[in-house]
């Protein structure tokens, strides 16, 4: 599903976010990233989604050769994944049900397609009632659970989640996670990035540690040499 190979980022000011950067994510995986900030969380999958691109190395996501992406091709293959955000991105105009229907109708969905899958997935993050409701009436978690419902309208095969509990209330921090590990067990490849150990620590996943640049520790290797 993702594999970096000796990948590496460089920006343009010098800084190199990502040093040499080994790591391979199975379909169906749930895995945190776990690093401080500037540990270059971000811009790994921003690597990933191809808003950047590696200085050196190969990457594979969703069986496409990042790096050889025409940019014609970018939107698609953008579409084969969902994307939640730690400051949500919902759109302050719309109501709740519109904010995630757009993202369906720019791919170019009927709105018959639009009127049935659009209230299943707020189902799925507990939002039925809000649909009328415009983003600013919702609480911090609500409105990330209406970045999740966006995020998982079209089905994607890869859900990239970067600080998504970190604008939201620590207590419903944990609620994220959940609704994150459901959408797993129904078969979407997880990718959150994180700073909170102790949130990680409350689940049994596959964490992967960051440190200026580097990954220092994966826990499933740990795993391997335990015989576990
Ligand atoms: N667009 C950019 N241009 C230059 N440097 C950047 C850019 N984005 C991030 N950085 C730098 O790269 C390092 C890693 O940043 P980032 O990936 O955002 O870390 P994290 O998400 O773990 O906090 C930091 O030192 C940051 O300042
Ligand atoms: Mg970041």
């Not at 979407?188 to 620590?201: A, D, I, N, Y």
């Amino acid at each position: 599903m993702i594999e970096f190979k000796k990948i590496t980022k460089e920006y343009p000011n010098g800084i190199c976010a990502v040093k040499d950067v080994d790591l391979y994510v199975q379909k169906g995986e749930f895995v945190f990233i776990l690093g401080s900030s500037g540990a270059g969380k971000s811009t790994l999958l921003k690597l990933i989604t191809r808003e950047e691109s590696p200085t050196s190395g190969s990457l594979i996501v969703n069986n496409m050769d990042v790096l050889s992406l025409k940019n014609r091709q970018i939107p698609y293959f953008r579409r084969t994944m969902g994307i939640v955000f730690q400051d949500f991105r919902l759109i302050s105009k719309m109501n709740i049900f519109d904010n995630v229907a757009f993202a369906m109708r720019v791919t170019g969905a009927s709105e018959r397609a639009v009127r049935s899958r659009v209230p299943y997935v707020l189902g799925l993050v507990d939002l039925t009632d809000k649909e009328n409701s415009r983003p600013n009436e919702l609480s911090g978690g609500e409105q990330q659970r209406v970045g999740l419902a966006r995020a998982l309208v079209n089905n994607p095969d890869l859900l990239i989640a970067d600080e998504p509990t970190g604008n939201v209330d620590p207590s419903l921090s944990f609620e994220i996670v959940e609704l994150l590990n459901k959408i797993n067990n129904q078969g979407t490849t997880v990718l959150m990035v994180t700073h909170e150990h102790g949130l990680v620590g409350k689940f049994n996943k596959r964490v992967v540690e960051i440190e200026n640049g580097q990954m220092v520790s994966d826990s499933c290797d740990e795993q391997l040499a335990s015989g576990a």
